[in-house]
């Protein structure tokens, strides 16, 4: 490299940054609100200068109270704002847990129609970073468990960027996941790139043998299953569902049907989970479709653990990918 230094290819964070810039730049009725996002920049750095740049009207710290802080939220979005509110860990919104499912994903219904709650919350999920069990669960299934409120999982970085601005044209409650594993990751943001339509799945590599099912934190795994694969010659295609409430099973389905074969992977818990879900859509609508029983790599069961390598166990792996695929296939 001679010259100016490089430049630095943007990361999921960078992506994340720019989407809320760009939305408090859009609308003054946006504000983000959180524990540590104005003077620190958030737990992760996502909202890094937003303060400097848009004020503290804007860019709200508030004391550590989850269910305090998202019932602001809630409050804000019904009399007209369009809050953005910021949990460090989906671990720690279960603490906000009543405002979510008894307020902002119940008013609509229960006023008839008359209180809309247009509220978006981030929050990071996922496990690989070593903070143990309090910080690194996958409850996104649970999340997806609750009719009312919209569920996303960006997985890209285009993803990141882009599903902000719909989330927050969105009557209801979204509620955006953000894998921690991802902060970091970089890539060549798409120049064609535009607000993601947030009712659709993604087809994130074709292939013809099988169906890799996944979102979030375990898309990466199962691209690079898929390409581990096709030196056997088996090709995958990979779906990315991204929005995981209201499910798009029809882009899930219409791959089966070209394949055959699925496999669903799921970094949250195997029993009652998400995988379960996307697996019995895909029995109930697609079964004649299939040549082989749906396999399922989901995450062990029990707390996330911190040592490295129990961790690593603990999670869904691409050596488990590609060895489930394989059964799939025979």
């Given amino acids: 490299m001679t010259g100016a230094k490089a430049a630095r290819e943007p990361t999921y964070r960078d992506a994340l940054r720019e989407a809320l810039r760009e939305a408090l730049a859009a609308d003054e009725r946006v504000f983000l609100m959180g524990e540590d996002v104005g003077r620190y920049g958030g737990a992760f750095g996502v909202s890094l200068g937003l303060l400097d740049e848009f004020g503290p009207d804007r860019v709200r710290d508030t004391p550590l109270s989850e269910s305090a802080f998202v019932g602001a939220g809630v409050g804000a979005a019904i009399a007209g704002l369009r809050p953005i509110v910021e949990v460090m860990t989906v671990n720690f919104s279960l603490l906000a847990l009543d405002q979510i499912l008894n307020n902002a994903a119940t ?35 649970w999340y997806a468990h609750i009719p009312g409120i919209r569920v996303l999982a960006p997985a890209t970085l285009d993803d990141a960027r882009y ?41 994130r590599r ?13 898309l990466g795994k199962a691209l690079e299953a898929a390409e581990r694969l096709a030196t056997d010659s088996i090709e995958a295609e990979v779906v990315d569902l991204r929005t995981l409430r209201p499910l798009d099973d029809a882009t899930a389905l219409a791959s089966v049907a070209r394949t055959h074969r699925a496999v669903v992977i799921d970094e949250g818990w195997r029993t009652a989970g998400l995988s379960a879900e996307v697996a019995a859509r895909i029995a109930e609508q697609g079964f004649y479709d299939l040549d ?6 989901c995450g062990a069961e029990v707390p996330v653990p911190y040592a490295r390598q129990l ?20």
Avoid: C
Avoid at 206 to 218: M, Q
Avoid at 292 to 297: I, K, N, S, T
Avoid at 311 to 330: D, K, M, N, S, T
């Fill in 292 to 297: 082989a029983p749906v396999e399922r790599v």
């Fill in 311 to 330: 961790e690593e166990a603990a999670l869904p792996q691409v050596a488990g990918i590609v060895a489930a695929a394989r059964r799939a296939v025979g």
């Fill in 107 to 141: 008013l609509l219904h229960m006023s008839g129609g008359q209180v809309a709650v247009p509220l978006v919350i981030r929050m990071t999920t996922g496990a690989g970073r070593q903070l143990a069990a309090q910080h690194s669960h996958s409850l996104e299934g």
């Fill in 163 to 203: 599903m902000l601005a719909p989330a927050l044209a969105d009557p209801d409650p979204v509620v955006i996941f953000e894998h921690g594993s991802l902060y970091n990751v970089t890539g060549t943001p798409d120049p064609g790139a535009a607000p993601v339509d947030l009712d659709s799945a993604a087809v």
């Fill in 206 to 218: 074709a292939g013809s043998d099988v169906t890799l099912i996944t979102h979030g934190g375990s």
